[in-house]
C-alpha cells in the first residue's frame, strides 16, 4: 500500500478521502492546521501544518508516494503549494478544483451557467484559477479531479461514471455525486492512475 500525504484531512472531502484511504490500507499523513479535529485511527498520523507556511508544510511532505489536495481555492494559493510539494520531492500530486470548469452541453463552462443564473460560489472562479495553474505543471505527475454540481454528505455505493472535461448530468437531468462515492474515485485514481496530467470528473 501506499503513503499518502492528505492536505485538508478535515474538510468534507478530504475527511471522506481520509476514510477512504484508511479503509484500503494505505498510510495516510492528515495534514491540518488544527490537530485536535482529528481523533487517532490506525494507519493515519496527524501533523499540524498549513498551507501559508510552505517551510514546515514542505517538510511534512518528504517521502510521500503520493500528496492529495482538498482544500478552499479562495482561501489558498496554489502556486506556492505547487512549488511546495515540487521542492518537497514528491512527484505524484492529485488537486481537487470545482465544477464551475466543466463544460455543458451548449459548450459554456458551468460557471457561466451559474453567473447567468445569478449564482457565484464564492470557491468558483478561484478553482478554475487553481485549475489554469496545475495544467500548466511539467514536472510532476498531477491530476485534477472535479465533482458534480451537487456533492452532498450521503451515501457509498460505488456506482457512479467517469468523464474528462464535460460536466455529467443523470436521467433527470442532475449533476450530483455524494462525498463518500467521490472520495471512491480520488483513491481508485490514486491506486491506478488512470488521468495523469489530466482532469478528470466524476458523477452519477
Known amino acids: 500500500m501506499s503513503s499518502i500525504a492528505l492536505i485538508g484531512?478535515?474538510?468534507n472531502i478530504g475527511s471522506r478521502v481520509l476514510t477512504e484511504l484508511l479503509g484500503r490500507s494505505h498510510t495516510v499523513t492528515a495534514i491540518t492546521r488544527d490537530p485536535r479535529k482529528l481523533t487517532a485511527?490506525?494507519?493515519m498520523t496527524v501533523k499540524a501544518a498549513s498551507t501559508t507556511d510552505p517551510v514546515v508544510l514542505g517538510q511534512v511532505l518528504k517521502g510521500h508516494d503520493a500528496v492529495v489536495v482538498s482544500v478552499k481555492w479562495n482561501e489558498n494559493d496554489v502556486n506556492r503549494i505547487i512549488d511546495t510539494i515540487r521542492k518537497s520531492g514528491v512527484k505524484r500530486a492529485l488537486f481537487v478544483v470545482g465544477a464551475g470548469s466543466l463544460i455543458r452541453k451548449d459548450g459554456r463552462t458551468h460557471f457561466?451557467?451559474?453567473m447567468d443564473k445569478g449564482v457565484q460560489p464564492p470557491t468558483s472562479k478561484p478553482a478554475m484559477q487553481?485549475?489554469?495553474a496545475?495544467?500548466?505543471?511539467?514536472d510532476l505527475d498531477w491530476t485534477a479531479v472535479s465533482p458534480a454540481a451537487a456533492i452532498p454528505a450521503g451515501q457509498r455505493t460505488g456506482k457512479f461514471r467517469l468523464g474528462l472535461?464535460?460536466?455529467l448530468v443523470d436521467s433527470k437531468g442532475e449533476s450530483r455525486i455524494s462525498r463518500e462515492d467521490f472520495a471512491i474515485a480520488i483513491v481508485d485514481e490514486i491506486e491506478k492512475p488512470k488521468h495523469t496530467r489530466k482532469r478528470f470528473t466524476a458523477a452519477y
Open 41 to 43: 485511527r490506525p494507519g
Open 165 to 167: 472535461d464535460q460536466f
Open 9 to 11: 484531512a478535515t474538510g
Open 134 to 138: 496545475i495544467r500548466a505543471i511539467k
Open 130 to 132: 487553481a485549475l489554469e
Open 112 to 114: 457561466d451557467h451559474m
